[in-house]
Nanobody, 122 residues
Framework: QVQLVESGGGLVQAGGSLRLSCALS????????MGWFRQAPGKEREFVAALNYWNTYYADSVKGRFTISSDNAKNTIYLQMNSLKPEDTAAYFC?????????????????WGQGTQVTVSS
């Protein structure tokens, strides 16, 4: 059974940084598509970033500010978030899918973490 556990959320001032972590258990993620999504109150879930064996992908709204990376030895992915803005405030979710898929579509992912809250104050 695949499980994803996020950590690293919190409260930060605008312009600050946070690093989210997502640990995958039950499999090794070498062949997984791993993604980060977020959902703010009253808004739809939106794609943030994803990575697979070959590439990383970013939403336009976070490109240049956020970086997704992985530590294969720890079966963990990270989302380094810099220059945070109040509009980045949301619950952030880690997701995984074995093999390929449309990285920006949440419906493509099979496994989800419980989410971690990020709040950016102005």
């Amino acid at each position: 059974q695949v499980q994803l556990v996020e950590s690293g959320g919190g409260l930060v001032q605008a312009g600050g940084s946070l690093r989210l972590s997502c640990a995958l258990s039950g499999r090794t993620f070498g062949r997984y598509l791993m993604g980060w999504f977020r959902q703010a109150p009253g808004k739809e879930r939106e794609f943030v970033a994803a990575l697979n064996y070959w590439n990383t992908y970013y939403a336009d709204s976070v490109k240049g500010r956020f970086t997704i990376s992985s530590d294969n030895a720890k079966n963990t992915i990270y989302l380094q978030m810099n220059s945070l803005k109040p509009e980045d405030t949301a619950a952030y979710f880690c997701a995984a899918r074995y093999g390929g898929g449309r990285y920006a579509s949440g419906d493509e992912y099979d496994y989800w973490g419980q989410g971690t809250q990020v709040t950016v104050s102005s």
